[in-house]
């Protein structure tokens, strides 16, 4: 059996199905679905269990399992609640790890690009404890997932006992299907797609540095499915152990994506620019972009989905769909 906690999440949701397709019906699920239609993302698979958060401690006793795909988390970058968000995401993964390495499980967890803060100091998938403690989170979130990197990285540095397999994922800006239930933390192409069907204007910010265009700040966009392909081989690769950005090497436009749904749907792109608000000037990314090469280094050679290509998979497959969902 595996468990994916956060499974009925946005990047877990499509972990289980990809499992289920590969014939695994043996994957329990831990999340807490509540009232804002999240069980839509599982609506199609076929579970062993759903476990409530609260009860995974009890439930994890004397159970073996093949390995542990960690990726629930607070993952809004505006969370403000600094003790939930420490309990749920540094202190469980804390529990976790210490059950895996006991119970001699695999364990894959959920970073963050949000660990790198503005950049300042590159994005560069150091795992080493010096480097990490160079890094300036720019958000709650963001710390919370930083300290859970160099509490591993320590023991890691110590010669502790870990899992016998470990890997910690820096994903950069996921997009894909079954993220809807996420609001204001949907991508900027999920949020808007209404108005690029409906062929209205879509806001996107103007630039405020010089030397960068309107709607031209990059992100390192990278589609869901290629997410997943990484978590499956690594679950495949069990000798392989480490932190590893996860995201395409090459930085694109919040333009570009929008131009390209338009694209997808045979419509001219409209878009029109507005003032960046006031309260987030001065603490806006206007370039990430991951580093791969340690990911490809360590034997990954599955490849990262275009950009326009993902953007038409995703428009033309299910934002575009009767069902949208996976």
Known sequence: ????????????????????????????????????????????????????????????????LDAVVHLGAISETTASDGDLVIETNFRLSMR?????????????????AATYGDGAQGFADDRSLIALKMLRPMNLYGWSKHLFDMAVASRVERREKLPPQWAALKFFNVFGPNEYHKGTMMSVLA??????????????????????????????????????RVILWLLAAPKVSGLFNVGTGRARSFKDLIVAAYAALGAAPRIEYVDMPEAIKNSYQYFTESKVDRLRAAGYNGGFTPLEDAVALYVKDFLNSADPYR
Not at 29 to 48: F, I, M, S
Not at 200 to 208: A, E, N
Request: net charge neutral; glycine share 10%; with cysteine.
């Open 1 to 64: 059996m595996l468990l994916v906690t956060g499974g009925a999440g946005f990047i877990g949701s499509n972990v289980v199905a990809a499992l289920n397709e590969a014939g695994r019906a043996d994957v329990a699920v831990c999340d807490a679905l509540g009232h804002d239609g999240k069980w839509r993302n599982l609506g199609k698979r076929q579970l062993a269990d759903i476990v409530p958060p609260a009860e995974l401690a009890c439930w994890l006793k004397g159970r073996r």
């Open 96 to 112: 976790l790890l210490d059950w895996c390495t006991a119970n001699s499980t695999p364990f894959i967890y959920a970073s963050s």
């Open 191 to 228: 949020r808007r797609f209404d108005d690029i069907k409906s062929e209205r204007s879509v806001q996107l910010f103007k630039s405020h540095r010089d030397g960068i265009a309107d709607g031209d700040q990059r992100r390192d966009f990278i589609y869901v499915d290629d997410v997943v």
